[in-house]
């Protein structure tokens, strides 16, 4: 079965840039069709989809999130990455890595996700 497990500091100062990583293992992130994702909730709040890499290595991004947000792979390592700049206390939130099948099927497999704390 696929795997993936998020790794990344859990503590950003504002103004500075997030970046996580989701190592992926038992299924390769260039295996067609499948995308792959970063999902976050903030305390209180829903899930909020932030943007995907596909298996073919083309982005696509929320519309309020695309002027701050980068996904890119490593491929050698089965790894994609999430770059957030320009940081605030309001992008605090538990950020997940996930398969995404399509936008009408969803998702088949998550990370256990990981806490980021925007604070000075």
């Known amino acids: 079965q696929v795997q993936l497990q998020e790794s990344g500091p859990g503590l950003v100062k504002p103004s500075q840039t997030l970046s996580l990583t989701c190592t992926v293992s038992?299924?390769?992130?260039?295996?067609?069709?499948?995308?792959w994702s970063w999902i976050r909730q903030p305390p209180g709040k829903g899930l909020e989809w932030m943007g995907a890499?596909?298996?073919?290595?083309?982005?696509y991004y929320s519309p309020s999130l695309k002027s701050r947000t980068s996904i890119s792979r490593d491929t050698s390592k089965n790894q994609f990455t999430l770059q957030l700049s320009s940081v605030t206390p309001e992008d605090t939130a538990v950020y997940y890595c996930?398969?995404?099948?399509?936008?009408?099927?969803?998702?088949?497999?998550w990370g256990q996700g990981t806490q980021v704390t925007v604070s000075s």
């Open positions: 890499i596909a298996y073919s290595g083309n982005t």
């Open positions: 996930a398969r995404e099948i399509s936008v009408v099927a969803g998702f088949d497999y």
């Open positions: 038992g299924g390769s992130i260039t295996t067609n069709y499948y995308y």
